[in-house]
């Protein structure tokens, strides 16, 4: 056979072999759904009726107990009258124990009436009624209350809008008493109703499903319910016209089909050789729009798109260099660190294909802190994903661990350890080191004297403490290691290969400058704001500082407190013992000034032997308190230095302070500098060795009244100026509550 013949009969095969099983089934299964529609609707329907009449049974069943519980018999007519007032039921009948009625409310419904406990009578059905047993307080039966409700074509219509089917009731020989159904098709719902077995649906010949419900315990009306059903009239007759008009087609559309495919097909076959061969220029004629059409116009494009992947290959291993080394200058020229290693992971996710990563940094502490993360939701292994530091892994623990301690990069699956290292969970990893450049040495500096400048642009994961030097990489030893870069994840839980470990070692040697130019910048940064004999800060920052902090004392509505500072008989020091002595004062005198003040405060060198402190959220009662106790601790220990012949000898030394209060003594940073400048020339003035506070401005806010100056403080527990004089201390501040608890040690 050809092959348009085996087409042929392959299509007719395919096409007519479905429409034939399709058309039984559909035939089949709208019946089945049809069915069960109604079925599940007629369920419905009869819980709704038993529901109904036993809703109403108990309504009628309360109506008589709440006469029989009346203990007076004369009152029980009224009892009744009342109940059927309120439409608790139709009628009430009072009945002695010889079944005799005694009282009967008017208007009843017609007997007999059917006991709502007892089975089906003979006869049609007129009323429902509940029957209770009037008794004394001793039990003895006293006679019946019934309360009854008609059962009319007014009661089968409730029942009927509250199912939504067709409501017939029967008596007992099997005719119709009431039916919502329409005469057309009431005889074959009652027919259908005689052949219907307990809760069996019966269909009709008219497409109806009946159902009987009834007469049963707690339900004895008998009920027939009927519902209509929704297959189309004339289905089957549509579905042979369908298959046979479906036959005819599907023979005229397999000749014309076998004979168009032919031809394409046999030059796409050509085609693909040729393409197999190396040969992308094959192209394929497009004579069609159909299927056939479609796989040639998808082949030519297919060998299109081939040609320029080829080319574009190529041309992108020469573009990822160039885009690596745009990428390395820019993220060395930049002090943003944050900024920086987000480009980084960034950039690292999207060459290697990762669906997460993170970026960690070594500590003081050894311990490795996440700097930075993406895509590791739900993969967090504390509880808050929010902050990339709460990723903390220990030096040597775990895979990120292991890498930094070794400098050695891992890849491969994971696998969970126990105890857990704090490391996000994964499927496959890879995780490389990176370290300082060749030649870098690390940079402690000197401790830290006060904060760090408001302008600097790294953060404080930037500025690490000095740290135990770590085993270094086989292929660096004369690098020490910085972090970790670490990628997790592939599409498809493929592990990560050699070429991306090569990819990731340039992100990671990227990192390592990086992280070394801010800590570079830092560096100078600090060199150049700070003093380099006594490591306070120098002049420069305290113009900043003082700008700043003056502006935080009038948005926040408190106190600045400035101590200007001199040495007294400073210039005797150097004349005497030389300037190398001196310069040894001078370092001790800025040691203890550092061990003497808050966290919170600063101290700058302004120069020679001139120093500044100032006291954020201080008033005037507190920067005395720091004043006498800073001349207590210079004045008690003299200063040990090395004197002419090489032997240490003691330097007695005591300071002069200066007190200004913002903005009780000025109205700006100059201003109480200056304030501050005046009133340690008053301190000189005044024999030295003591402190006073600088004069308020006209008007003055506070009472100033005279004190005896002493050295320390009287037992009435107030401040007291320096040794010597009396002199003026101001009263109130921006605080009346004790002083902030100061540091033990300075900064």
Known sequence: ???????????LTVVLGPVLLGAFFVGSTLSAVDRGRATERLGLAAAGVRTSV??????????????????????????????VGRGLATAVQIADTAGRTSYATPGGPAGPWQDCAADAAAGPVRALAARVRIRDPAGADLGTVAAAQPVDPAFVARLAAVTGVGVTLLDDPGRITHTTEDREVRAAVLAAAREADGDRVTPTADGRYVRRVGPSPGQPLPLVLSVPGERP??????????????????????WRLARVTTRPLVELAGAVDRVAHGDLTARVPVRSRDEIGRLASAFNRMTRETGSYVAALTSSRDQL??????????????????????????????????????????????????QCVEGLDGRWPTEDPADPATLRVPAGAGVLGTVAATGEPLRGRWEPTDPPTGEP????????????????????????????????????????????????????????ALGVLALYDRPGADEFDDDDLVTLRTFAGHAAVAVENVRVHEEAQRLSLTDPLTGLWNYRYLRESIRREVERANRFGRMLSVLALDLDRFKDVNDTWGHAAGDA?????????????????????????????????????????????????????????????????????TVSIGIAVYPDHAAGGQQV???????????????????????????????????????????????????????????????????????????
């Open 1 to 11: 056979m050809t092959l348009r013949g085996r087409l042929t009969a392959a299509f």
């Open 54 to 83: 036993d809703a109403l049974c108990q309504q009628l069943r309360a109506a008589a107990d709440a006469v029989a519980l009346v203990a007076d018999p004369a009152a029980r007519p009224r009892a009744a009258d009342q109940v």
């Open 233 to 254: 009239p004339g289905l089957y007759a549509a579905l042979v016209g369908a298959v046979v008009l479906a036959a005819l087609l599907a023979v005229l559309a397999a």
């Open 321 to 370: 260099r160039g885009h690596l080394t745009v990428l390395g200058d820019t993220l060395a020229s930049t002090h943003d660190l944050q900024r920086i290693l987000r480009v980084i992971l960034h950039s690292a996710i999207a060459a290697t294909g990762a669906r997460a990563g993170a970026v960690l940094l070594l500590d003081g502490d050894g311990v490795l802190v996440g």
């Open 425 to 480: 969970s994964c499927e496959t990893y890879v995780a490389v080191p990176f370290a300082a450049p060749r030649g870098a040495e690390p940079r402690g500096g000197p401790e830290r004297p006060g904060h760090p400048p408001a302008d600097s642009d790294a953060p404080s994961s930037a500025r690490p403490k000095p740290r135990r030097d770590l085993e270094p990489s086989s292929d660096d030893s004369s690098s020490r």
């Open 585 to 653: 004062v001078l370092v001790e005198f800025a040691r203890r000034v550092r061990g003497e003040i808050r966290e919170v405060d600063l101290a700058f060198r302004q120069g020679g032997e001139e120093f500044v402190v100032l006291l954020p959220e201080t008033d005037a009662r507190g920067a005395t308190i720091v004043a006498e106790r800073l001349g207590s601790v210079v004045r008690d220990q003299p200063v040990r230095v090395e004197g002419h012949t090489g032997e240490p000898i003691r330097v007695p030394v």
């Open 673 to 747: 500098l200056d304030a501050a400048d005046d009133a340690l020339y008053a301190a000189k003035a005044a024999g030295r060795d003591g402190y006073r506070l600088a004069r308020a401005p006209d008007p003055v806010p506070t009472q100033e009244i005279p004190v005896v100056a002493a050295a320390v403080s009287p037992p009435d527990g107030l401040p007291r100026a320096g040794a010597g004089d009396a002199a003026p201390v101001a009263q109130g501040g921006a605080s009346s509550g004790p002083h902030p608890p100061r540091q033990s040690r300075g900064r």
